[in-house]
């Protein structure tokens, strides 16, 4: 199974959104047709640029590499650089993969207790000065 990285515009707007999924058209479709709560006012999305990748773990890390960065900046420059993954698609092999550490986000913010739940960090990594 592949996952893609993926960048969209609205059309409306001007305004970039950047999303991970295992399934592009459908994830697509779903943007434009209203289904993503996030997008759905900025509706009809262009893709700008896709990268397959051939695990998880490593689309993972490039979708928050690019998240991250919070630059509308960064952001452009990766949908006119191509020379990477989007003009290789398959760039990325299954043996560059391995041995790959993701540590999924442990913390959330729950609605329900209005609070934060969850932590990366143990109580002794925390300073409390």
Same mark, same amino acid.
């Given at each position: 199974?592949?996952?893609?990285?993926?960048?969209? &515009?609205?059309?409306?707007?001007?305004?970039?959104? *950047? $999303?991970?999924?295992?399934?592009?058209?459908?994830?697509?479709?779903?943007?434009?047709? $209203?289904?993503?709560?996030?997008?759905?006012?900025?509706?009809? =999305? *262009?893709?700008?640029?896709?990268?397959?990748?051939?695990?998880?773990?490593?689309?993972?890390?490039?979708?928050?590499?690019? +998240?991250?960065?919070?630059? !509308?900046?960064?952001?452009?420059?990766?949908?006119?650089?191509?020379?990477?993954?989007?003009? &290789?698609?398959?760039?990325?092999?299954?043996?560059?993969?391995? $041995?790959?550490?993701?540590?999924?986000? !442990?913390?959330?913010?729950? &609605? +329900?207790?209005?609070? =934060?739940?969850?932590?990366? !960090?143990?109580?002794?990594?925390?300073?409390?000065?």
């Amino acid at each position: 199974m592949h996952y893609y990285v993926y960048i969209l &515009q609205s059309e409306i707007n001007g305004r970039y959104y *950047v $999303g991970m999924t295992n399934d592009f058209e459908r994830r697509l479709e779903e943007h434009n047709s $209203g289904r993503v709560k996030s997008t759905a006012p900025y509706k009809p =999305w *262009v893709v700008k640029r896709i990268e397959k990748y051939a695990d998880l773990c490593s689309a993972t890390k490039r979708e928050r590499f690019i +998240k991250a960065k919070h630059s !509308r900046r960064i952001i452009e420059e990766i949908v006119a650089d191509n020379n990477g993954p989007v003009a &290789q698609l398959d760039s990325v092999s299954a043996s560059e993969a391995e $041995g790959c550490e993701f540590e999924p986000r !442990r913390a959330h913010y729950c &609605q +329900k207790k209005k609070s =934060w739940v969850g932590s990366r !960090r143990s109580p002794d990594d925390i300073n409390y000065k």
